[in-house]
């Protein structure tokens, strides 16, 4: 993630909302890092997970995470095919800087290396249902509704869905750049960015990795 701006306010609010289909809530974290020195694991403030049973995700209640739960329960997600829907905010530095959604948790990592023993992999196919800079996701529909020419929103709608027969981490690479939208009587800064997905390996030949491609081409076009 690179961040091209020249505005005094040192952090950027992200807003992000992505359906992990075929990933239980136990695995996923959410965690930043940046060209400055600063991380942080696991974020909760402002972050919310949802299971996806069946396609569907749950709209009566949030998950919540349990510290203790044994091995067996969550091999018995793994098999039923449980997702995991993430979404929430953070701020970020305007550095260049990384957002990471992962299982690399200490737990969860052994886990998984268990769980890939058995000959169970996970799949992150994914689809993101919202991912923006510097305004939330209600702000940002508005003012994309009020300036088609100006692309707030690449990512949405876009999604990885391939099936996967091995561990694939899927990597995009933004770069961040401010403008300004005249907003009735006042200018609102607002942030566009472009985006290129990077898969390593490739999901169809382990032996390569595939090379960067538009990740904001991949969503449907509306008719």
């Known amino acids: 993630m690179l961040i091209d701006d020249s505005s005094s306010e040192a952090k950027l609010r992200v807003s992000f909302a992505i359906e992990f289909t075929k990933v239980p809530c136990d695995f996923i974290f959410a965690d930043t890092q940046d060209n400055i020195g600063f991380s942080a694991e696991d974020l909760k403030d402002d972050i919310i997970r949802k299971r ?10 949030t998950w919540t995470r349990n510290d203790k739960v044994s091995y067996e329960e969550l091999k018995s997600k793994v098999e039923r ?15 260049p800087g990384n957002i990471h959604f992962s299982s690399h948790n200490a737990q969860m990592s052994n886990a998984v290396h ?26 940002a529909k508005h003012i994309q509704n009020r300036y088609p020419e100006i692309d707030l929103l690449p990512l949405d709608g876009s999604s990885m869905n391939e099936d996967i027969r091995m561990p694939v981490v899927y990597q995009y ?12 009587s006042r200018p609102v800064e607002v942030y566009q960015y472009t985006c290129l ?10 032996t390569r990795s595939r090379m960067p491609s538009s990740a904001c081409k991949k969503k449907k076009k509306k008719k």
Do not use: W
């Open 81 to 95: 095919g449980e997702g995991c829907m993430i979404k929430g905010t953070t701020k970020v530095n305007k550095v």
């Open 52 to 61: 996806i049973i069946n396609g569907a995700v749950e709209s009566e209640s």
């Open 114 to 139: 268990r769980l890939r023993s058995e000959g169970l992999l996970l799949n992150y196919a994914h689809r993101i249902v919202h991912f923006s800079y510097g305004t939330n996701e209600q702000q």
């Open 173 to 184: 690479y933004l770069n961040v750049v401010r403008t300004v939208a005249q907003m009735r």
């Open 197 to 206: 997905l990077y898969t390593s390996p490739s999901p169809r030949d382990r």
